[in-house]
């Protein structure tokens, strides 16, 4: 059923928010990438990299909260679909004063996950912000975008 709403797909003919129905898709492999940064002092990711933080270990927490939050990213975004993730990669980089988060999210599905790679990226940051919101008042997290998607 075609929307008249400007092929808004989350509008109903009525302009009622809906789920989009997915079930016409073909199932196909998926993939998103997404990424995104924190901005920190210096002594601040020495922390981090030395393992010095008094909360724990930054980046494995971080990365298990990004991995949860994928999985669980339809329960976070009322639209979004329930989706079987097969693969979930997050990797960082260092440099003296940024952090960047980088996400790779797959499944096979008749819907993408971006959002899930997003989710993942931002649950990331705001683990890594509340981690060592202690001892750095300047942190400043910036530029979550999606880098790539495919099916």
């Known amino acids: 059923m075609k929307d008249n709403n400007d092929n808004m797909t989350h509008l109903d003919s009525k302009g009622e928010v809906k789920m989009v129905?997915?079930?016409?898709k073909e199932p196909s492999q998926r993939e998103a990438q997404a990424s995104g940064s924190i901005l920190l002092k210096r002594e601040t990711i020495d922390k981090i990299t030395n393992n010095q933080i008094k909360k724990g270990s930054v980046l494995t927490i971080s990365k298990i909260a990004a991995i949860q939050s994928a999985k669980k990213c339809y329960d976070l975004i009322p639209l979004c679909h329930p989706i079987l993730i097969n693969n979930i990669d997050i990797e960082f980089e260092i440099e003296s004063t940024k952090l960047t988060v980088f996400?790779?999210?797959g499944c096979f599905s008749n819907t993408g996950v971006e959002m899930e790679a997003l989710t993942a990226v931002s649950t990331a940051l705001l683990t890594i912000y509340d981690m060592c919101k202690a001892i750095d008042k300047t942190m400043e997290i910036t530029d979550i975008k999606l880098l790539s998607k495919t099916k």
Request: hydrophobic content about 45%; aromatic content about 0%; cysteine-free.
């Open 103 to 105: 996400a790779k999210v």
């Open 21 to 24: 129905d997915i079930s016409h």
